[in-house]
C-alpha cells in the first residue's frame, strides 16, 4: 500500500515538472498571487498543486494562459458559459448596453423582459427577485421560506453545495458533523439538519420530528460528485414537503437552463415551491435569482407584509443592466430547447465514451452525471451520494487532471465538467484521446 502511494507520488512528480516547465510565467505569477491573496487565490477551489495557471484570454471553448498554453475548457467558468467562452450574441448585446449605461440603480426594462422570460421558460416562476450571486439568491430564498411559513430550522443534503451563506454552509463535505468553516454559530449548526442524499427513508426518519421552513436540494449534487438525484427520490420529496407543510426549494445554479429550458424541474417532472438560478442566468456576468408562486414572493413585497412579516431582499448590483443583458441574450439563445437537447445527448456520448475509455484499461472508474454534466471517481462501487463519492481516490483524479492539463484539456482538478455549443467534435475526441493515454501511462506502471 505504502509503495503504491509513492509509486503515485513520484508519477504525479513527474507530471507537475511537466506542467512547470510549461508554465513559468504562471509560476511567478503565483508567487506573487500569495503575497497579496489568501492562499494565491480569489477562491479556494481555484488553487491545484503545484499552482494554477494564469489565464490571459478566453475564447468559444478554449482558455489561453499567460505562457501561450491553450486548453480546452471543461470547466466553463463554474459551468456558467453554457455558450461557450464571450458568444456573439451575448458580447453584440452587452457591449450596445455598455454605452447605455452599466448600473442605474433605479428601475428598468431589462428586469421585466428577464423576469418574463423566466417565467415564460420556468414552470414554477411566476415571479422572479434577482441577487448577484448563487450564493445571495440562496440566502434570500432561506429567508423567505422562514418568513412564508415562520419556522426557523431549514434542512439540507449531505454533498449538497449552495455557496457560502451560513445556514446552508453545513453538511458539505464528509465529515458532514464537523463546521465546514470556522465562524458559524452554535444556532445556525442547530437550524440546519442535514439529510442523506437518494435516500428518501432516510429523510422521512430525520424529519420525523423536526418541523422545517424548507428543503433545499440540488437536483445534481454538483460539487458533491456530479451526482443526480432519483426521480424517484425528488418525487418523494415533493410529496413529504406537501405533507408536512415544507417549502421544497430547486437549487437549479447548475442546472437551470441546461438539463431542459425549463431547468431540472421540467427535466425530472417535479415542480419546486421556489428555485434559485446563477450561472447560465447571467450569460458570463456576475448573477443570482430566486423565484416562486406569486404567493409565496409577496412575502417580500413591503405594501402586503409589513414589518416584521416582510422577508427583505435587496442589493446595489440586484438586476444590473449588464447582467441582464446578457442573460436575456443567453436565454433566448436556449429557449427553443433544441441547443440543450443537442447537449444532452453530446454529454450522454461523453459519459458512455471515458467510461469505455476507462474499462479498456481494467480501471475501476465511475462516471457520474446528466444532462451535459460529468465527472470521473476512481471507485469500484457505484456513487450515490457524496459519500461514496468520497471513497473514491481522490490522489489519481487529482493525478487524471493534471496529465489533462499538462496536455491541454482543463477541468478544475476534482470538480465537474461540463459542455457547451462552443466545444467541437475535435475538442471532445482530443478529451477522449487523452483519456486513452492516461490510462495507457497507467497500465505501463
Ligand atoms: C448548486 C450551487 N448553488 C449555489 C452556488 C453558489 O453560487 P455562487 O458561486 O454564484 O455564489 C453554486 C456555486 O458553485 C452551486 O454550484
Not at 77 to 96: C, D, M, R, Y
Not at 309 to 326: C, L
Request: aromatic share 10%; net charge positive.
Amino acid at each position: 500500500m505504502l509503495s503504491e502511494l509513492k509509486k503515485q507520488k513520484r508519477k504525479y512528480l513527474k507530471v507537475s515538472s511537466k506542467y512547470a516547465t510549461k508554465t513559468p510565467k504562471s509560476k511567478a505569477l503565483y508567487e506573487r498571487a500569495q503575497k497579496v491573496l489568501p492562499e494565491g487565490v480569489s477562491y479556494r477551489i481555484r488553487f491545484f498543486e503545484p499552482y494554477p495557471f494564469y489565464t490571459a484570454r478566453s475564447k468559444g471553448s478554449k482558455l489561453y494562459d499567460v505562457d501561450g498554453n491553450e486548453y480546452i475548457d471543461f470547466w466553463l467558468g463554474h459551468t456558467a458559459l453554457i455558450l461557450g467562452h464571450s458568444p456573439l450574441p451575448v458580447v453584440k448585446a452587452v457591449k450596445e448596453q455598455l454605452d447605455n449605461g452599466t448600473i442605474y440603480g433605479t428601475s428598468h426594462e431589462l428586469e421585466i423582459k428577464l423576469a418574463e422570460q423566466i417565467a415564460k421558460m420556468v414552470l414554477c416562476a411566476e415571479m422572479t427577485r434577482f441577487a448577484n450571486s448563487g450564493t445571495e439568491a440562496n440566502m434570500y430564498a432561506i429567508r423567505l421560506a422562514r418568513s412564508y411559513t415562520g419556522r426557523s430550522k431549514i434542512a439540507k443534503f449531505e454533498g449538497g453545495w449552495h455557496g457560502g451563506y451560513d445556514a446552508l454552509h453545513v453538511g458539505v463535505k464528509p465529515p458532514f458533523d464537523v463546521p465546514e468553516s470556522a465562524g458559524l454559530t452554535a444556532g445556525v449548526l442547530q437550524d440546519t439538519i442535514v439529510l442523506p442524499f437518494n435516500n428518501l427513508e432516510g429523510v422521512r426518519k430525520k424529519l420525523a420530528e423536526e418541523k422545517v421552513a424548507s428543503i433545499t436540494v440540488e437536483p445534481v449534487l454538483g460539487a458533491g460528485g456530479c451526482i443526480p438525484a432519483e426521480k424517484e427520490f425528488l418525487k418523494g420529496l415533493r410529496e413529504l414537503c406537501n405533507e408536512k407543510d415544507i417549502l421544497l426549494i430547486f437549487d437549479e445554479v447548475i442546472t437551470g437552463f441546461r438539463m431542459a429550458p425549463g431547468g431540472a424541474q421540467e427535466y425530472y417532472g417535479v415542480r419546486p415551491d421556489i428555485v434559485v438560478f446563477g450561472k447560465i442566468l447571467g450569460g458570463g456576468f456576475p448573477i443570482g435569482a430566486f423565484c416562486g408562486s406569486k404567493e409565496i414572493m409577496a412575502r417580500i413585497d413591503t405594501r402586503l407584509y409589513k414589518r416584521p412579516a416582510n422577508s427583505f431582499h435587496g442589493g446595489t448590483f440586484a438586476a444590473n443592466p449588464i447582467s441582464m443583458t446578457a442573460g436575456l441574450a443567453t436565454l433566448k439563445q436556449l429557449e427553443n430547447g433544441r441547443l440543450i437537447a443537442e447537449l444532452n445527448k453530446q454529454g450522454e456520448a461523453a459519459r458512455k465514451r471515458l467510461k469505455e475509455c476507462f474499462e479498456d484499461g481494467k480501471i475501476d472508474v465511475r462516471v457520474t452525471g446528466a444532462s451535459s454534466l460529468f465527472n470521473v471517481h476512481f471507485a469500484r462501487e457505484k456513487i450515490r451520494n457524496a459519500d461514496d463519492a468520497v471513497k473514491a481516490d481522490k490522489n489519481r483524479l487529482l493525478d487524471y487532471n493534471l496529465n489533462l492539463i499538462t496536455n491541454g484539456v482543463f477541468f478544475l482538478p476534482g470538480h465537474n465538467g461540463a459542455l457547451s455549443t462552443a466545444h467541437s467534435k475535435t475538442d471532445m475526441e482530443k478529451l477522449f484521446h487523452e483519456t486513452e493515454a492516461y490510462v495507457a501511462r497507467l497500465k505501463k506502471k
